[in-house]
């Protein structure tokens, strides 16, 4: 098993920055991947980002590119979202993910086999 636990989340404007933290505990030494999904009010669960744990590769949505950057401390078995030139369409709650094995489609929440309780993000504009 392993727990994800999030924080970092917060109120922001728009054009700010934030980080979100991750940190996993039990037993990380068996993911393949960490990210990021998030559900803004009124809309659908989406894909974020994600990291693979032992090569440090990274994908992300187009709407972040650019903007947003996933990294990891093996140390510390935490992963980070920093999040810069914020937006309004920024806003949701972020959802910090584990997967055990590689994936088809890593954009799919079914690929995903631990979640944290997420944390709010709220970007006003």
């Known amino acids: 098993q392993v727990q994800l636990v999030e924080s970092g989340g917060g109120l922001v404007r728009a054009g700010d920055s934030l980080r979100l933290s991750c940190a996993a505990s039990?037993?990380?030494?068996?993911?393949?991947?960490m990210g990021w999904f998030r559900q803004g009010p009124g809309k659908e669960r989406e894909f974020v980002g994600r990291?693979?744990?032992?090569?440090?590769?990274?994908d992300y949505i187009d709407s972040v590119k650019g903007r947003f950057t996933i990294s990891r401390d093996h140390a510390k078995n935490t992963v980070y979202l920093q999040m810069n030139s914020l937006k309004s369409e920024d806003t949701a709650v972020y959802y910090c993910?584990?997967?055990?094995?590689?994936?088809?489609?890593?954009?799919?929440?079914?690929?995903?086999?631990?979640w944290g309780q997420g944390t709010q993000v709220i970007v006003s504009s």
């Open positions: 039990g037993r990380t030494l068996s993911m393949y991947a």
């Open positions: 990291i693979r744990w032992s090569g440090g590769s990274t």
């Open positions: 993910v584990a997967a055990r094995y590689r994936s088809a489609d890593y954009r799919r929440a079914q690929e995903y086999d631990y």
